[in-house]
């Protein structure tokens, strides 16, 4: 130690010092080796924890996409379903009506039929110029003064709602006269029971109602 002393003065003291500390600096750097892998071995768990759940997290976002499109393909063909059903009950809507009195009495009879809007179509508002009701084309097309005869109503383009069907005699004398009666639409002929008519007063004969689905119910 003198002569370390004579040779390094006080340098020689500090180096003999950190010599002597070596074993405890080993045994520091070990320890804290041991720590820093271990956390970097945690770390890494954590991170591959953190890959897997972002991994899930991704498939599931793409599941929950793939079923939002699914909904919104659903919705696309929904709204397509009830816009096609819409247009497909306009188009059984639209349908024609035609109307028929016909008798074998020698006497005359007339037809008066009273449209969804309220429109009463008769032997002097049969509306064949389109004047007496020019919001329709509907119209009495053949009118017969005498019997045996047959009068006829037509509508090109039928609307939803009710046709009220009368017969009616202009004499107030004679016997009772038994008249008949059908309509045609786009499913054919349809019969309607007969009347009897025995005064002046209208006779209802029936009421054709349209449905929304272009189908004629009779109701008597």
């Not at 069907?165 to 029971?193: C, L, Q, W």
């Amino acid at each position: 130690m003198s002569v370390l002393d004579m040779f390094a003065s006080a340098l020689g003291a500090f180096i003999m010092v950190t010599i002597l500390l070596f074993p405890s600096y080993n045994q520091n750097i070990d320890t804290d080796l041991s720590r820093a892998i271990e956390a970097v071995g945690n770390k890494k768990n954590e991170l591959r924890t953190l890959d897997d759940n972002i991994v899930e997290a991704t498939k599931r976002n793409a599941r929950q996409k793939i079923l939002v499109d699914e909904v919104q393909e659903q919705r696309r063909q929904t709204s397509r379903c009830q816009r096609d059903l819409a247009v497909c009950i306009s188009s059984l809507a639209d349908t024609f009506l035609i109307v028929v009195m016909q008798w074998e009495d020698d006497v005359n009879l007339d037809l008066y039929v009273t449209d969804t809007s309220g429109h009463r179509f008769s032997w002097d508002k049969s509306n064949q110029t389109g004047t007496h009701f020019p919001d329709t084309e509907a119209q009495l097309s053949f009118d017969v003064g005498r019997g045996p005869g047959i009068e006829v109503w037509i509508d090109p383009s039928a609307k939803v709602g009710e046709y009220k069907i009368e017969y009616r005699r202009p004499s107030r004398n004679g016997n009772p006269v038994k008249a008949s009666g059908y309509y045609i639409d786009r499913t054919g002929r349809h019969e309607m029971p007969p009347v009897t008519i025995t005064d002046s007063r209208p006779v209802p004969a029936g009421t054709l109602v349209l449905s929304a689905e272009g189908k004629f119910l009779l109701r008597h």
